[in-house]
């Protein structure tokens, strides 16, 4: 055989074996890694919360830099008619380590999430019973999560009456952030800002220690120029209560130090006022408001805008099996309500 055959032979051999190189490449990165990303992600929600189903729309694979993008993700949990949480996302891009992600592992960079939409009804059937044994914890390190353009609506529903109260225009930051050994007891930091009801420029910050036994953390938000008629979506129809007047500035500061929590909040508003149906039962939010309004008149006046300042303070042990977030928001609502009984300064 002619020198020249064998070699056109080996020079097309080659080509052959490249060609088939680059379509498993394809094959791999195109579609079989996407799948398996998928089959994980679904894997490890499931393992962590039985009633949790996770959908994701197109995953790519970008190998320089190593990075997972998904579009279209959606995530439910609960149980209709109780607690049940919707998210949706339109994009979410995270530099990984693609190694440590097939063992099982997500170590990330700062995770980017768009067009982040949560939605949380809260029904009046019983709550979904723990599962039999423990949840199998996700190994998980993120450098950082940040969130733009999205929002958040909170709905409660009874028979017959329907209340809501939103946030826009949703921003957030948080990290570093993680369930492995190494972040489970470090220190976390996150902020997010919006418009509350539709009017509210609000921003939230958190920092300290949430997951140790003995937690420290600290938590302030301020609220800035909210027309509280924006409320009336959520009490007019659950309480019968419709308020009127402007925040001109609220601002709750909030310090945990183990089971013990030391709460403050100053509010400036103008031209408060209340009415309450006179059909419907009162229940404790609305007790809180009267309470509210019965010492609003105490408030000094402030010559600049015309509004009332008022400060409040509580201090309160944790009980037993409170949740972190409740502890803090029962702290909040305290401190709310000596505004009232304490007559401001």
Not at 153 to 179: C, F, Q
Not at 309 to 331: I, V
């Amino acid at each position: 055989m002619p020198k020249e055959k064998k070699t056109g032979k080996r020079s097309m051999a080659g080509i052959v074996l490249l060609l088939a190189a680059l379509l498993g490449a394809v094959l791999l990165v195109g579609v079989i890694v996407p799948e398996l990303v998928r089959w994980r992600l679904g894997a490890a929600v499931r393992a962590g919360c039985a009633t949790c189903e996770l959908s994701l729309g197109a995953v790519r694979v970008h190998l320089v830099p190593p990075a997972l993008a998904c579009s279209r993700i959606r995530l439910t949990a609960g149980i209709t008619g109780a607690t049940s949480v919707n998210l949706e996302a339109g994009n979410i891009y995270a530099p990984v380590s693609l190694s440590q992600f097939m063992r099982g592992r997500i170590r990330a960079g700062i995770v980017v999430i768009d067009n982040l939409n949560i939605t949380v009804k809260k029904g009046d059937q019983p709550a979904a019973p723990p599962p039999a044994g423990p949840a199998r914890p996700l190994d998980l390190e993120l450098e950082g999560v940040t969130i733009r353009g999205g929002s958040f609506l909170y709905v409660r529903e009874s028979p017959g009456m329907r209340g809501s109260l939103g946030v826009s225009g949703l921003s957030a930051a948080l990290g570093p952030v993680g369930t492995s050994e190494r972040l489970r007891g470090a220190a976390i930091a996150a902020s997010a800002e919006g418009v509350l009801a539709d009017t509210g420029k609000f921003r939230l910050e958190v920092k300290g220690m949430p997951f140790p036994a003995e937690p420290e953390l600290d938590v302030t938000l301020r609220i800035l120029g909210q027309d509280l008629q924006g409320f009336n979506r959520y009490f007019k129809p659950l309480e019968g209560l419709s308020l009127k007047g402007t925040l001109l500035e609220g601002r709750s500061e909030t310090a945990i130090r183990g089971r013990r929590l030391d709460a403050s909040v100053y509010l400036r508003y103008r031209g408060l006022g209340l009415h309450l149906d006179k059909t419907k039962e009162r229940g404790a939010l609305s007790s809180y408001f009267q309470n509210l309004l019965a010492g609003a008149a105490l408030g000094r006046q402030n010559a600049g805008d015309g509004g009332y300042d008022r400060t409040g303070t509580a201090k309160l042990e944790r009980q037993p099996g409170e949740g972190l977030a409740a502890f803090t928001l029962r702290g909040m609502k305290e401190a709310a309500l000596q505004v009232a009984k304490q007559g401001g300064r």
